[in-house]
T-cell receptor, first 113, second 115 residues
Framework: GAVVSQHPSWVICKSGTSVKIECRSLDFQATTMFWYRQFPKQSLMLMATSNEGSKATYEQGVEKDKFLINHASLTLSTLTVTSAHPEDSSFYIC?????????FGQGTRLTVV | AQKVTQAQTEISVVEKEDVTLDCVYETRDTTYYLFWYKQPPSGELVFLIRRNSFDEQNEISGRYSWNFQKSTSSFNFTITASQVVDSAVYFCALKYTGANSKLTFGKGITLSVRP
């Protein structure tokens, strides 16, 4: 299957700081990357869809100015959580669009203190 | 609109028992894919199976088996002779075929296998 590398796997940051999460497709080119968020004991919910070379699209209720997505190349998409607050503590996971498959990065567990 | 329902939220069994995890889906698309993932405490999503809407054959992989029935829009997952290592959250998910199609997940089932 497709190899997707996501870093960091976990991060603890202070409230008010920004955190960048990287998602790389190692053996294929991903024109579209999905970013999901999972709160404790809940399911995965799509936050946003990034497209290489164009603006990301955000799901309803997700603040685009808070969750900055950059997809500057076909192998790298990044999610930056700006001015993080404790309520942003969650598990973030990326998944490149593939026609028939669905693979995921390892996920990033963000804790904001 | 698509929807995946995993009505069971938590299941607890004793090791070596068989357990079935239910999944019911809704979609207007005629062509779609169904998935099952395992999420251990570490968080990563472990792919278990993908089934496309035109393939209703049941599948068996070791202790795991899947029963896909389009007539009832169900894609159930059975673990035979469960083991402690099977303890995890299991997600059923649906994806239609098409550009930029995303996965729609069920709420997940927490399976606890006791020794």
């Amino acid at each position: 299957g497709a190899v997707v590398s996501q870093h960091p796997s976990w991060v603890i940051c202070k409230s008010g700081t920004s955190v960048k999460i990287e998602c790389r497709s190692l053996d294929f080119q991903a024109t579209t990357m999905f970013w999901y968020r999972q709160f404790p004991k809940q399911s995965l919910m799509l936050m946003a869809t990034s497209n290489e070379g164009s603006k990301a699209t955000y799901e309803q209720g997700v603040e685009k100015d808070k969750f900055l997505i950059n997809h500057a190349s076909l192998t790298l998409s990044t999610l930056t959580v700006t001015s993080a607050h404790p309520e942003d503590s969650s598990f973030y996971i990326c998944s490149p669009f593939l026609e028939r498959e669905a693979f995921f990065g390892q996920g990033t567990r963000l804790t904001v203190v | 609109a698509q929807k995946v329902t995993q009505a069971q939220t938590e299941i607890s069994v004793v090791e070596k028992e068989d357990v079935t995890l239910d999944c019911v889906y809704e979609t207007r698309d005629t062509t779609y894919y169904l998935f099952w993932y395992k999420q251990p405490p570490s968080g990563e999503l472990v792919f278990l199976i993908r089934r496309n809407s035109f393939d209703e054959q049941n599948e068996i992989s070791g202790r795991y088996s899947w029963n896909f029935q389009k007539s009832t829009s169900s894609f159930n997952f059975t673990i035979t002779a469960s083991q402690v290592v099977d303890s995890a959250v299991y997600f059923c998910a649906l994806k239609y075929t098409g550009a930029n199609s995303k996965l729609t997940f069920g709420k997940g089932i927490t399976l606890s296998v006791r020794p």
